[in-house]
């Protein structure tokens, strides 16, 4: 049974575009995440949710919108996709104060061309 | 002066061997240690976590950190195949903060 999954695994789309990514936890816990791992393999947080309040928003640009509908969903909306974009995201959760206990998803690979 | 810094490798080593990752951190107000595992095309796993300087064990693998250093190291014992991967030591301050990530070491264990 999958704790953490996401939607699609792969995305293949061109510049401009908008497109959305789904992240779904079944471990019941109440913080979510989302990472970027560049080509370089850097994994770095975007932003950070705890029961559907934004916690941590790090410098990510406008174009991308988190939106967390319930505790075990957070969604990844991203507009006009650039070049740069290409890379590979994460969803992780965690429950309460065991921040450094994270669980992640198996990633969507974005590819834009 | 970036926060982590993690030797990305290659690293490769034949069946059996020890093997020894290390990471450096420049903050000394890190309070957690982690060691996160990534197979190829998958998500990180958590193998390990400390909070307090020293060892600590959990089968073949030994977590060590020196806080008056500032360094973490992760060591394999009796390395097998099945542990060629990523690995990415992680840090954390405390409370609603991030974690900080090292760039990753890429081991490869030989049969």
């Known amino acids: 049974d999958t704790a953490v999954s996401q939607t699609p695994k792969y995305l293949v789309t061109q510049m401009g575009n908008d497109k959305s990514i789904k992240c779904e936890q079944n471990l019941g816990h109440d913080t979510m995440y989302w990472y970027k791992q560049d080509s370089k393999k850097f994994l770095k947080i975007m932003f950070s949710y705890n029961n559907k309040e934004l916690i941590i928003n790090e410098t990510v640009p406008n174009r991308f919108s988190p939106k967390s509908p319930d505790k075990a969903h957070l969604n990844l909306h991203i507009n006009s996709l650039e070049l740069g974009d290409s890379a590979v995201y994460f969803c992780a959760s965690s429950q309460g104060r065991t921040l450094y206990e994270q669980y992640f998803g198996p990633g969507t690979r974005l590819t834009v061309t | 002066q970036k926060e982590v810094e993690q030797d990305p490798g290659p690293l490769s080593v034949p069946e059996g061997a020890i093997v020894s990752l290390n990471c450096t951190y420049s903050?000394?107000?890190?309070?957690?240690f982690m060691w996160y595992r990534q197979y190829s095309r998958k998500g990180p796993e958590l193998l390990m976590y400390?909070?307090?300087?020293g060892n600590k064990e959990d089968g073949r693998f030994t977590a060590q950190v020196d806080k008056s250093s500032k360094y973490i190291s992760l060591f394999i014992r009796d390395s097998q195949p099945s542990d060629s991967a990523t690995y990415l030591c992680a840090i954390l301050y405390s409370g609603n903060t991030p974690l900080v990530f090292g760039k990753g070491t890429r081991l490869s264990v030989i049969a």
């Open positions: 903050n000394s107000a890190f309070q957690y």
């Open positions: 400390t909070y307090s300087s």
